[in-house]
């Protein structure tokens, strides 16, 4: 399993359920890592989707503790244990965790691999990813400069794998 997430510069993703950066070249990068493969999430973070609807041209698998939580077009898993059951057929490179904070973190140690898009800025937030950069267990393996976002904050795409 690999993992994708947008960053600032303290590893902030989110607030108030929403993402941190509009950065529509990150949305056309993460929509070419993960088409055609299996997306795992958390339920707030489907629920942060336009119309809390699945992402399209995906398998989209979503955590919840919810015993009655059924929405259309997803799989529903109650546990770590159980995500891991439903992609035990898949090409690990083909399962992406895709967030938020509380499914990174638990997912983390599954993952052999993180995209992560890094804008150089901070903003308010209540959600992290953990510090790779602070992590012996993760190193750089590339970087790509990405560019600037509609709002002109330079952005970069750095792939981290497992020491
Ligand atoms: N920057 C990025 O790349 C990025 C990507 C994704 C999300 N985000 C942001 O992250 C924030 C959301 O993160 P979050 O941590 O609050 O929510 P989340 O991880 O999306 O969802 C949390 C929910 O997942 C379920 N869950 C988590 N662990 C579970 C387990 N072991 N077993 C069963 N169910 C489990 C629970 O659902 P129930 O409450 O239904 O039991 C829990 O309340 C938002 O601000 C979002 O915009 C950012």
Redesign the pocket.
Known sequence: MNA????CEDWG?????????RNSEDMAH?VRHTRGATVV????????FPGGKPLKGRRNI?????RG?APEGVEV????D?VLELCAGDDPESVWC?????????LLPHCGRAIV?KHACTRPA??F?PNLDADPAWHVESVAEGGVTEEGIPYSFVTYVRA
């Open positions: 994708i997430v947008a960053v993703i989110g607030h108030k359920g929403r993402l941190l950066v993460f999430m958390g339920r707030k973070t489907l629920e942060s979503v955590l919840t503790r919810s939580y898993a109650h546990s770590v159980e895709i967030g938020g904070a509380s499914v990174y973190e638990q898009t209540d959600s990813f």
